[in-house]
């Protein structure tokens, strides 16, 4: 069964303090790893799509990071508009289309 | 309109009530997901819906009766729920089988068992 652990569950930073959060995961082969940004009463928004170790992906101020067992979501100088709940996902060769299994999020402050 | 529509935002119902949820996709895909979130739980897959056939079905107790009429609405009619079904219900729609899974959410349905 896919599994998902994110860390931390929290991450409050001060405007300008980069930082990084994790994903780690279990899946019987790796279809793809997503990364979703939620706002508060909002729901997920995409970010990226990592398919094999060695992938990185960049948006503005936010970097993805894939290896075989984890995922990394680098926050770069965040601003406090990056205030977030930040979620990972993966799918498995095994899992049927649009089957997703999603971690609990990682709920990221960014303070002036 | 653009995206996932999803109505109501917000809902309260008794146990004894029967309401439906209603969600619109507008990007022209063929799949269509509910999926529940409870507060600090991952999201939990419902329901998959591809080209009108239900494909997945995930457990889920018979008090959730999904409906797909075509591959752009999808319901979720909700009978005699319990206190612990209170959740954010969210709707997604993908373009299921290009590999690229990528869902697009709606905003959600706020509900609230009484």
């Known amino acids: 069964e896919d599994q998902v652990t994110q860390s931390p569950e929290a991450l409050r930073l001060q405007e300008g303090e980069s930082s990084s959060l994790n994903c780690s995961y279990t899946v019987s082969g790796l279809r793809g790893l997503f990364w979703y940004r939620q706002d508060p009463g909002k729901g997920p928004e995409f970010l990226f799509t990592l398919y094999s170790a060695g992938e990185e992906k960049e948006k503005e101020r936010l970097k993805a990071t894939l290896t075989k067992k984890e995922s990394f979501l680098h926050i770069t100088a965040p601003k406090p508009e990056d205030s977030a709940t930040y979620l990972c996902?993966?799918?498995?060769?095994?899992?049927?289309?649009?089957?997703?299994?999603f971690g609990a999020g990682t709920q990221v402050v960014v303070t002036p | 309109e653009t995206g996932v529509t999803q109505t109501p935002r917000h809902l309260v119902m008794g146990m004894t009530n029967k309401k439906s949820l209603k969600c619109e996709q507008h990007?022209?895909?063929?799949?269509m997901y509910w999926y529940k979130q409870s507060a600090k739980k991952p999201l939990e897959l419902m329901f998959v819906?591809?080209?009108?056939?239900?494909?997945e079905n995930n457990s889920v107790p018979s008090r959730f009766s999904p409906e797909c009429p075509n591959s752009s609405h999808l319901f979720l009619h909700l009978h005699t729920l319990q206190p612990e079904d209170s959740a954010l219900y969210l709707c997604?729609?993908?373009?299921?089988?290009?590999?690229?899974?990528?869902?697009?959410f709606g905003s959600g349905t706020q509900l609230s068992v009484l």
């Open positions: 997604a729609s993908s373009h299921s089988g290009t590999g690229d899974e990528k869902l697009f």
């Open positions: 996902a993966v799918q498995g060769s095994t899992d049927s289309w649009g089957k997703l299994q």
């Open positions: 819906y591809n080209f009108k056939e239900q494909t």
């Open positions: 990007l022209g895909h063929n799949a």
